[in-house]
């Protein structure tokens, strides 16, 4: 400060201002290139954006056969046969995301931007009130459940599936009331995180993909269930079965019967509750059931966008992890 004030105050004399005159116009000539080096840098970062909508709980692809690696974050993921996802989990706050992907040892930036979407309020009565207001020894019990099934949350390893998924069942009809925010007996539980298909008791269910069974149980909520780990961190969940046909470190092929359909747990009928979750993620599953044309693509956006905000854009709330918290509230029906 103290040079500063002095530089400030002092009266030049006459001799060094032609030198001093110099030097301001050599400071600004060195001004004036900093100023253009910074255009040309912006004029770098400028490009088509690579963006696109998803609501939460879809999932979004970038197509190619050549990516290497993809990313969100921190973390980083091989792409599958080429081609990176990305799951977004049903609770993911309305905002953007960016992600990269690695392609010829060059990242490239995308931005997904999450829309705020209102799934249904579905009310479901159910007379056997003990599936909503726990004794303490059922709380005990769901909180031994869900420890069991958190650690599975965080499975990793090479892909062993394709997209799409096996049918679970022979005929499959209308998926229902995935993301439904539910009310049991007038009281606010988790959203609904699966599909239910319609299906008579006995029915037989299939693995969707090749897999380890990674839990085999009967759960306090989902009543007999089946969980399958198919590499990527993505799971399958059977739950509410009659019976179940594999055991838990099995070695599955696609298509490998699981059990049978049934109204174990807490449940008002006979169906089959097939839920997925991907790298954490809960995901409608009927999207990785269907055609992959149907799931949502980054494309280059025609509008010009400053690729400096794809880069620093993140959710706040998702940028590392999905949220893996659980309460006694969560496992659904
Ligand atoms: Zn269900």
Not at 100 to 118: D, H, K, L, W
Not at 281 to 288: I, T
Not at 325 to 330: F, G, P, T, V
Request: include cysteine; charge should be neutral.
């Amino acid at each position: 400060m103290r040079n500063l004030h002095e530089s400030q105050n002092r009266v030049p004399r006459p001799e060094h201002r032609d030198r001093r005159g110099g030097l301001r116009r050599a400071s600004q000539a060195a001004k004036a290139l900093v100023s253009f080096l910074c255009s040309l840098l912006v004029l770098a970062a400028v490009g088509n954006a690579v963006e696109v909508s998803a609501r939460p709980g879809s999932v979004v692809r970038w197509s190619g056969d050549d990516s290497e690696s993809c990313g969100r974050g921190m973390r980083t993921w091989p792409a599958n046969a080429g081609t990176c996802w990305f799951p977004i989990d049903l609770l993911e706050v309305e905002g953007a995301v960016a992600v990269f992907r690695i392609r010829a040892g060059r990242r490239e930036a995308a931005r997904i931007r999450v829309t705020n979407y209102p799934y249904p309020v579905q009310r479901i009565k159910l007379e056997d009130s003990s599936k909503v207001d726990l004794s303490p020894e059922d709380l005990v019990r769901v909180r031994r459940d869900q420890a069991r099934v958190k650690s599975l949350w965080l499975l990793a390893g090479p892909a062993r599936f394709r997209l799409p998924l096996a049918p679970p069942l022979e005929e499959m009809g209308p998926a229902g009331s995935f993301g439904s925010r539910r009310f049991f007996n007038d009281q606010p539980r988790s959203p609904h995180s699966g599909a239910d298909y319609p299906a008579a008791e006995g029915v037989t269910v299939f693995s969707v993909a090749p897999g380890t069974v990674v839990l085999a149980s009967d759960l306090f909520f989902s009543g007999q269930s089946v969980f399958v780990d198919h590499g990527d961190g993505l799971v399958s969940m059977y739950f509410h079965l009659s019976s179940m046909s594999v055991a838990e470190g099995e070695q599955l092929e696609s298509r490998a019967v699981i059990g049978e359909v049934g109204e174990t747990g807490r449940t008002t009928g006979p169906h089959l509750h097939f839920g997925l979750r991907w790298r954490g993620a809960r995901v409608d599953p009927s999207l990785l059931l269907g055609p992959v044309a149907e799931i949502p693509a980054l494309v280059e956006s025609a509008d010009p966008v400053n690729q400096a905000d794809v880069l620093f854009t993140t959710n706040p709330r998702h940028n590392s992890e999905p949220e893996t918290k659980l309460d006694a509230k969560e496992i659904p029906l």
